[in-house]
């Protein structure tokens, strides 16, 4: 494994990130903090921000993919703030819960509301600080009992109710049904600073879209956009070939899809075992302009199971006083071999939900609601929350991720090694900076 030696760091290597969305720019601005001068990102798509996608209609900007962050999401808002990107206090207040009709659902009781504050604040935040270490950027050295699946350990950790809540941004934000997540994902997404967040309504937008912070960092660095990677060896030089031509560097950081580089790079049996026990979701978003619908934000309970697979969990109404909203569907289809993949566009591969059939439901859905789909302007697949099961978690999966950490010159970093989330993902991308070079 390389590291650091002595402070022997030689600023004048070249190095290679692989993506340029929040990890690959969160790992490019750390190595130009520390004075490396040839730094190059490879983006297969026009333009940076990967799951971070804004779009705009009628001069309004709409968000595809991450929307909001928390005060503790500190690398991007640190970023936003060096570099003047304008954001602004979330409206997270005017919320809405209806039914799979339509119907809109009371809010819950006095009685319910203090049970679940019991379990947060008497159980749930001492089970934070039993495992405290997931604190910490990564997973490593997991307890077992963190490899449950989170609703099995809600159970047995009675905060059942306050499972139900978090439902809404598990299910709701696409990371999965609560049977199904190990809770080490769940523990280190709601965590204690995130939480304290929404409470104190810490929570931000970009009000030209999330996309435009990386868009902004993006001019600070060598990009090369529209790359189409064919061979990358690895030897004593790292050799990346594209359509434009062949380049060697010193070393290489992966922050893009690991099991997709078992497709061009000289991978070890290792490697190839690790990746393909990579599992991801095909998570959907359908930006609409939508007649006659309600003016708030809401989540659909009763579609936060797989029997519901293919119909909207959550829309997000952005832009008050206009009708386009962002509609959310998890199919739970694992997408994690196969296909072409195109953040901007869609994920074309014959085990994603029939598009026909989520759209047919989401109109039948906004019908109900005494509304009308009027247009469809994007539908974007996303190749989401890559993630490993209970059992791969408790045969070290992390353990052996880490461990070959600067083998072959190689660094991964990306969703899979901390969360799949902006504030998560650019956390460890500065981290395996700061750790390794």
């Known amino acids: 494994m390389e590291n650091k030696q002595n402070n022997k760091i030689n600023l004048n290597q070249r190095i290679a990130i692989l993506g340029a969305g929040a990890a690959g720019l969160s790992a490019a601005e750390a190595l130009k903090l520390k004075g490396y001068k040839h730094v190059t990102l490879f983006e297969r798509t026009d333009h940076a921000g990967g799951k971070c996608l804004s779009i ?144 104190k309504k810490q929570v931000y937008i970009f009000p030209k879209g999330m996309q435009g912070l990386w868009t902004r960092v993006a001019k600070e660095h060598d990009i090369r956009f529209n790359s189409v990677i ?24 992966v922050t893009t899809p690991l099991d997709e580089m078992l497709l061009f790079m000289n991978v070890s049996t290792q490697e190839t075992a690790l990746f393909k026990k990579i599992m991801y979701l095909d998570y959907q978003t359908i930006l609409c302009t939508v007649n006659n619908f309600v003016e708030a934000t809401g989540y659909v309970p009763d579609n936060f199971i797989k029997e519901r697979a293919g119909h909207p969990v959550l829309w997000y109404y952005r832009q008050v006083g206009e009708p386009v909203y962002s509609f959310y569907v998890l199919t739970d289809k694992d997408i994690s071999t196969g296909g072409v993949f195109n953040e901007s566009k869609t994920f074309n591969q014959t085990k994603t939900f029939n598009e026909t059939k989520v759209i047919d439901n989401l109109k039948k859905f906004v019908v109900q609601m005494g509304a009308e789909v009027e247009s469809v302007h994007q539908f974007v697949h996303w190749k989401y929350f890559p993630h490993i099961g209970t059992e791969e978690m408790n045969n070290g999966f992390y353990d052996k991720l880490n461990n070959i950490q600067g083998n072959q010159h190689t660094y991964y970093a990306g969703e899979i090694l901390n969360f799949s989330c902006v504030g998560f993902t650019s956390e460890y991308s500065e981290h395996i900076v700061n750790r390794y070079f």
């Not at 990107?85 to 319910?112: C, M, T, W, Y």
């Not at 449950?148 to 306050?162: H, R, S, V, Y």
């Not at 004593?236 to 010193?250: C, L, N, P, Q, W």
């Open 56 to 199: 705009e209609i009628n001069k309004k900007n709409y968000e595809l993919g991450a929307g909001i962050l928390t005060k503790n999401n500190i690398i991007p808002l640190r970023l936003a703030k060096k570099y003047k990107v304008a954001i602004e206090r979330a409206d997270i207040g005017h919320s809405i819960f209806v039914n799979k009709s339509g119907r809109q659902i009371p809010q819950q009781s006095l009685l319910l509301k203090l049970k679940v504050l019991w379990q947060l604040i008497f159980r749930y935040r001492r089970i934070l600080k039993k495992y405290k270490v997931l604190e910490l950027p990564g997973f490593d050295n997991l307890d077992p009992s963190v490899t449950l699946p989170f609703a099995q350990f809600a159970k047995e950790n009675k905060i059942t109710d306050l499972a139900d809540v978090f439902s809404l941004f598990l299910t709701g934000f696409g990371y999965c049904y609560a049977d199904h997540v190990p809770t080490a994902y769940v523990l280190k997404y709601a965590n204690w600073e995130t939480i304290v967040a929404y409470l």
């Open 230 to 253: 064919t061979k990358i060896t690895r030897a004593e030089k790292i050799t990346i070939v594209t359509d434009a031509g062949t380049d060697k560097f010193d070393r290489l950081i």
